[in-house]
């Protein structure tokens, strides 16, 4: 594919040859200055990206920052040019190819696939202190140049950080690559240098273990929902080190994982020289040419970086090495936890909250199928006495008889004591007493269902009783909703459970359990008392919703310390 023509006259300093790439952010034609015979890749933006004036403007400005970035690992850029439609790149032509090719082709060894990390997290974080994100992290925009140097290419997508950019376009399209694309990317969402933590992450999770993190196999639309809602397989046949590191990168909550590229850093440069020994960077014969100081003292440690929220340290003997202990002595490997304790804290935990749903569940069953009403036997609704339970049609129109002419009556309907509708009509008089017609509004027929507590006001008097309604109890809100509230409440109990045993931090876990166990409780109670066309009871009700509230909150706590017992155990065993 030649150079279209109005590429060539935008940039008449350049002999421009054909294509030499093609991807989602633009196609690339080789170039050589006509003056300094040097070598470029001329990277042509699409159209359809940059139509908008404020896209098109915000990567005017970013351009200019990436052209200023100065690093041995960021792919330089020489020039840029706007003409019309045209937005175009000058960059440095790298010929060594890509991470993608040079693992596909012959493979790469631990030891340098740690050091193309390094190299890789190098440029991300000067482009990030730079106020630039890349958010298209991947192995084909990882670029050798011919003495083997790893560059990051392609900051076609970035955003300047200040702009507080997302990954969606104005025509509502999501970029990047789905197989690297991180959770917040995915979803919309703000995005932070941690977005670029969690793909390069992904690419060192590759260059590993061989494969992704995520099943890839089903489509980018169920490989996006992946990031965003499951966590990725643990990495196998990695040294447990550098495993811990990596997977730390790839936390779906931003406070469990790397916050920006050099702490990422530091803590592989550790990991890689606990497992393969000092030196191991210049053994991997790929050249990392700039690291910050933090990452070199990484390279010197001796033990393995802390998880988050760990305070602990455990040293870890380099091979040949000698750990020091506070008192200057040699030190042994440190004390096994005896999780005998913990494991028997978290079964009588498990065994409480079990107690806790079996009351529940009894609680809900035994809720009794009428309430005691004082009524008069005087007072009638369709022909029947409301002396007993009388079975109506909400939807039609309820008409009350009685003695003398109480000019008013009104009807209250309730579960518990929460109002659920109410109708007021004139009586008109029928012989000695009266016919009144009441209509509730059309939203309470669509609430109420099963049995529920009916007061009737004629005059001063008020006659309570219970009303059975015809629909079927699913029909209703009380029904269906109270069962779509036990699932969504059991549903985020689990998510969040599921959060703490993948070894992340449930925020306000000490409340939200508990809450979702009262919103299950009471959903229960009053779901089974509709199907059962019971009328709800508040002792009961609120029964239920207490147990559920402990049973959810003996669960999470279960879960926390089965958790902290798995974490204090020594890795590797």
């Known amino acids: 594919m030649s150079a279209p023509a109005e590429l060539v006259a935008a940039l008449p300093q350049y002999d421009i040859g054909a294509s030499i790439g093609e991807g989602g952010m633009g196609v690339v034609f080789a170039g050589v200055h006509r003056t300094l015979g040097r070598s470029v890749a001329i990277k042509q933006l699409p159209w359809d990206v940059l139509n908008h004036a404020a896209s098109s403007e915000l990567f005017d400005r970013e351009a200019r920052v990436l052209a200023s970035l100065d690093h041995p690992h960021i792919v330089p850029v020489y020039d840029y040019v706007r003409t019309g439609r045209e937005h175009l790149l000058v960059m440095e032509r790298l010929d060594g190819g890509t991470v993608h090719s040079r693992f596909h082709g012959g493979g790469v060894s631990g030891e340098q696939a740690c050091a193309i990390g390094l190299a890789m997290l190098a440029g991300l974080h000067a482009a990030h202190r730079a106020g630039v994100l890349h958010l298209d992290v991947k192995p084909r925009n990882l670029l050798f140049s011919t003495q083997g140097v790893v560059k990051v290419a392609d900051f076609g997508i970035a955003r300047v950080i200040s702009e507080g950019a997302t990954l969606v376009t104005h025509g509502g399209e999501i970029l990047g690559t789905p197989a690297y694309i991180a959770p ?121 970086p802390s998880p988050p929220g760990d305070e602990r340290t455990r040293p870890v003997a380099r091979p040949g090495a000698t750990l020091v202990g506070a008192t200057g002595g040699p030190m042994g490997p440190p004390p096994e936890p005896d999780s005998t304790s913990g494991s028997a804290a978290v079964l009588w935990l498990r065994l409480a909250a079990a107690a806790a749903a079996i009351v529940l569940v009894v609680l809900a069953l035994l809720n009794p199928a009428r309430l005691p009403h004082e009524v008069s036997s005087t007072l009638n609704l369709g022909g029947a006495p409301v002396s007993a339970p009388v079975e109506v049609d909400l939807s039609k129109p309820l008409t009350f008889t009685g003695p003398g002419n109480p000019g008013r009556v009104a009807l209250d309907l309730s579960a518990a004591g929460i109002p659920l509708g109410s109708a007021a009509a004139e009586v008109e008089p029928d012989g000695n007493g009266f016919t009144a017609g009441l209509t509730l509004p059309g939203i309470a027929r669509w609430i109420v269902g099963g049995a529920v507590t009916a007061d009737v006001r004629t005059g001063s008097s008020t006659q309570t009783f219970t009303l059975l309604t015809s629909q079927h109890p699913l029909a209703s809100a009380m029904g269906a909703g109270s069962l779509i509230l036990a699932l969504f409440a059991l549903a985020y109990l689990e998510s969040g459970l599921r959060t703490i045993r993948n070894g992340h931090r449930w925020r306000g876990a000490s409340v939200g359990g508990p809450v979702l166990g009262v919103l299950f409780g009471a959903a229960v109670w009053l779901c089974v008392s509709v199907l059962r066309v019971h009328e709800p009871s508040p002792g009961f009700g609120a029964g239920c919703a207490v147990a559920g509230a402990l049973a959810a909150g003996l669960v999470v706590a279960a879960a926390r310390r089965r958790a902290s017992t798995v974490v204090s155990r020594p890795s590797g065993r």
Do not use: C, K
């Not at 991997?284 to 990484?298: D, E, K, M, N, Y």
């Open 184 to 304: 917040e990317q995915a979803m919309g969402n703000a995005l932070s240098p941690a977005a670029d933590v969690y793909a390069a992450g992904t690419v060192l999770y590759e260059l590993l273990s061989g494969r992704l993190p995520f099943d890839n196999t089903r489509g980018a639309i169920s490989m996006m929902r992946q990031h965003m809602f499951t966590d990725p397989q643990p990495i196998s046949g990695v040294p447990a080190p550098i495993a811990g590191v990596v997977m730390r990168s790839l936390a779906r909550e931003l406070d469990a994982r790397y916050r920006e590229a050099e702490s990422f850093a530091a803590d592989l440069a550790a990991a890689a020289t606990v497992v393969y020994g000092p030196g191991w960077l210049e053994r991997s014969g790929v050249p990392v040419l700039h690291l910050t100081p933090r990452v070199i003292a990484g390279l010197n440690s001796a033990t393995v």
